[in-house]
């Protein structure tokens, strides 16, 4: 299977509520990062993590790795609803490719 | 940061007809350019890496002669989407490598409907 599954593939909460995504990777990387993708449009970069970091924030954000058990997760903090989107996460082994998650659709309801 | 413009954002085109996508580094010279294609409720899949100054490094299963990358100059990159076929509708979109500390710049996508 692809390398980087998102965990769920759908999730719907409520305004204010916090969204948890994992991600599960196969290989050694050199970073992961995760992206936001509205309906239709480009990827937005959210945040990455290297692969010495075991947790990082940005405002709402919060990421953690665990290469032991080559996994991510994405915790958005009091959700709105204008953060429903589709996020990705993708693995960054260093000079290759990057290789993005299937994605997952949050829908965050007012 | 760094921006990528990607045009057109859609376009529309019968079969057999081709199309080129443009994809611009606006402030900042990219060597590398990644053509990413993406299917509906579907991930993304890289197609190809462009380089400028050299040919374009494809991935398995992608035809070459099918899907034309030109690495014009340090800002702008193409795919061309030669005698296009119904099967080919899709969302196309170009990235261009990481700066330090931050992760790829990605433009804003090209939807392509060939009827």
């Known amino acids: 299977s692809q390398q980087g599954e998102e965990d769920p593939q759908a999730l719907s909460i409520q305004e204010g509520e916090n969204a948890t995504m994992n991600c599960s990777y196969k290989?050694?990387?050199?970073?992961l990062q995760w992206y936001r993708q509205n309906s239709g449009r480009g990827l937005v970069h959210l945040i990455l993590?290297?692969?010495?970091?075991r947790e990082k924030h940005s405002g709402r954000l919060r990421v953690t790795l665990d290469t032991s058990k080559k996994s991510s997760s994405l915790l958005i903090t009091a959700s709105r609803a204008a953060d429903t989107a589709s996020y990705f996460c993708a693995t960054d082994r260093l000079s290759e490719k990057l290789v993005f998650g299937k994605g997952m659709k949050l829908t965050v309801n007012p | 940061g760094a921006v990528v413009s990607q045009h057109p954002s859609w376009v529309i085109c019968k079969s057999g007809t081709s199309v080129k996508i443009e994809c611009r580094s606006l402030?900042?010279?990219?060597?590398?350019m990644f053509w990413y294609r993406q299917f509906p409720k579907q991930s993304l899949m890289l197609m190809a890496t462009?380089?400028?100054?050299?040919?374009?490094?494809?991935e398995q299963g992608v035809e070459k002669d099918k899907f034309l990358i030109n690495h014009a100059s340090l800002t702008l990159s193409t795919l061309t989407v030669t005698s296009a076929h119904p099967e080919d509708s899709s969302f196309y979109i170009c990235?261009?490598?990481?700066?330090?500390?931050?992760?790829?710049?990605f433009g804003s996508g090209t939807r392509l409907t060939v009827v």
């Open positions: 462009s380089n400028e100054g050299s040919k374009a490094t494809y």
């Open positions: 402030d900042f010279q990219a060597t590398t």
């Open positions: 990235s261009a490598p990481p700066e330090a500390g931050y992760g790829y710049t």
């Open positions: 993590i290297r692969s010495n970091e």
């Open positions: 290989t050694s990387i050199n970073n």
